[in-house]
């Protein structure tokens, strides 16, 4: 048996809640009925504990074989990965381990007990309503299990924890009707029972006691029923990380989601970091909100499945029409923003045709025209421009594949225009755009311009590799690679040129592209935005 639990046992714990928690998804998703049935809890709770394991996967060597560093690790990832209120209040259950550090740079027993203790008041102190019956009191117990342990030894009380999580689980239908009439546990507080339980393996080197008659299916009815929590006018899940604020200012808008929403939970990782949660109609308003309070990112929402046959409702739109535009990067999206359009930041690799149907239907409008940007092929959101359609609202996708594109569509948009003669002008101005990327190689390829070897410059036209620039001076390399792709474009003419800098450009080649334009290409004029692109070096459009 450990009676310390170092960086290695951290590590083969954060394995363990992730290999019980994908065993055991599709079961905790089938109970959970609260706050909102919509069977995610198991995929929040997994979402969030493999963004703690990838944390600690990715660090550094030195970290890796330090718990203090591992912990503190796992703890911001599964803040920055947190998914729904479970995946929130885990991640304050490991920001608790992490803020209860010892000398001997592991958890003991003692330590547990601080941090379970830790993790019960930051918990609770993130819910703005706290409801009985949840994983809230099934940590609660865990706390007081632990404390309430005559043997300090990690064993005895990592034991002791798991045992009274699962004595307070059983207990959770009786206090909350909801669950009671379903017939199942808190979805929420199983999860945090496999956790604690996946501790109890590690420690022991045995499996803790498990949980009898924990899933029961729930009626077939049940899935439609009004939720006992959040009012039923909001019909969306809004969740994003903020940083660049202070307390005053979480305050402040945690009283302004308050306002407009339900639901409410603002948690931090103890230094700048901030997770947001709220339930609410108007998703750009909770947006704006985090806004005014700092900078949010990673921005999720996500329609509630009780909501479906509301949002077909007139009482839904509010307005005949709205724009909609999928952007990456933060300056990308203030512009489009300062252009009267809705946004929505897709940053990941891969977009969930679900976040973009709940945005679309966020904008509360008649008719949406939504701008995809080469963020997610059109193809892909068939079924959702279906679906929406399908539910009372007009779509109509236009054919920008680079943001660039989407610029020149929204400089000739014209609200007062018939709607279609609109989107029409829209499509012609975004087709008549030339797009070239400048980019960099991240791994070998064949290309049409020969190969690419990892940390070449590319030039791109339209979605194809045209030029390759090799050389050791990264900054030179952009400058050739920006040269040669401005020519190219040019050369079949062109008057005004649209520039969407990235992050990794290099300082200096906004002013080598204005002189390049003038001298080889007199009469055309060049325009730079900073974008803050971070797939690119930069963005070209020629009109």
């Known amino acids: 048996m450990l009676q310390l639990l170092d960086a290695a046992a951290l590590r083969r714990w954060a394995d363990a809640c992730v290999d019980t928690l994908t065993v055991h998804c599709a079961e905790v998703n089938a109970i959970n009925v609260f706050p909102v049935a919509d069977s995610d809890t198991g995929t929040n709770l997994l979402n969030t504990m493999r963004s703690a394991l990838d944390a600690v996967v990715r660090a550094p060597a030195e970290e890796a074989s330090s718990y203090t560093a591992s912990v503190a690790a796992m703890a911001r990832g599964a803040l920055t990965g947190a998914r729904g209120n479970s995946g929130v209040i885990i991640s304050q259950v490991l920001r608790g381990l992490a803020e209860s550090s010892t000398p001997e740079d592991g958890l003991t027993g003692t330590a547990l007990r601080t941090a379970l203790h830790r993790a019960d008041g930051l918990a609770f102190a993130s819910v ?28 005895t009380v990592a034991t002791a924890a798991a045992r009274g999580a699962a004595e307070a689980l059983l ?4 206090q909350l009707a909801v669950l009671a009439r379903a017939g199942v546990v808190d979805a929420g507080g199983w999860g945090l029972v496999l956790m604690l339980d996946a501790l109890v393996a590690v420690v022991t080197g045995s499996a803790a006691e498990r949980v009898e008659n924990a899933v029961t299916a729930r009626p077939a009815g049940f899935l439609t029923a009004e939720r006992e929590r959040g009012s039923t006018e909001h019909g969306y899940e809004v969740m994003y990380l903020l940083d660049q604020t202070g307390s005053a200012r979480v305050d402040e808008l945690r009283a302004q989601l308050g306002s407009i929403g339900d639901s409410v939970v603002i948690v931090g990782d103890g230094g700048e970091l901030f997770s947001v949660h709220v339930h609410c109609s108007d998703v750009g308003a909770a947006v704006e909100a985090g806004v005014m309070a700092g900078r949010p990112h990673r921005i999720t929402v996500v329609r509630f499945a009780d909501s479906v046959e509301r949002v077909a409702g007139s009482e839904r739109l509010t307005r005949d029409r709205a724009l909609l535009a999928l952007v990456s990067g933060a300056g990308a999206a203030d512009l489009f923003a300062a252009e009267g359009a809705a946004v929505l930041r897709c940053d990941t690799i891969v977009i969930d045709p679900g976040a973009v149907r709940a945005a679309i239907e966020g904008t509360r409008a008649g008719h949406v025209t939504v701008l995809p940007n080469g963020v997610i092929a059109s193809s892909e959101l068939a079924d959702v421009v279906a679906a929406v359609r399908h539910a009372g609202q007009g779509v109509t996708l236009l054919p920008t594949s680079s943001p660039v594109q989407g610029l020149a569509a929204l400089a000739v948009h014209d609200p007062s225009r018939d709607p279609e003669d609109d989107a029409l002008a829209m499509a012609e101005a975004a087709t008549a755009t030339r797009r070239g990327a400048v980019r960099v190689a991240a791994e070998e390829a064949l290309t049409w311009a020969g190969r690419c070897e990892p940390g070449d410059v590319l030039g791109l036209l339209d979605d194809e590799v045209v030029l390759i620039v090799r050389g050791e001076d990264a900054g030179e390399q952009q400058s050739d690679a920006v040269r040669g792709l401005l020519d190219r474009m040019l050369d079949a003419g062109g008057e005004l040129v649209t520039v969407l800098t990235g992050v990794a450009m290099h300082e200096g080649l906004e002013e080598l592209m204005q002189e390049h334009v003038r001298t080889v290409h007199p009469g055309v004029e060049l325009v730079a935005y900073p974008g803050q692109l971070t797939a690119d070096v930069l963005l070209l459009g020629v009109e």
């Open 128 to 155: 703005s309503d706290p409801v009985a019956g949840t994983v809230l009191t099934v940590l609660h117990a865990a706390a007081d299990a632990a404390e309430a342990s005559v043997d300090p030894r990690l064993p």
């Open 171 to 174: 207990d959770t239908p009786r």
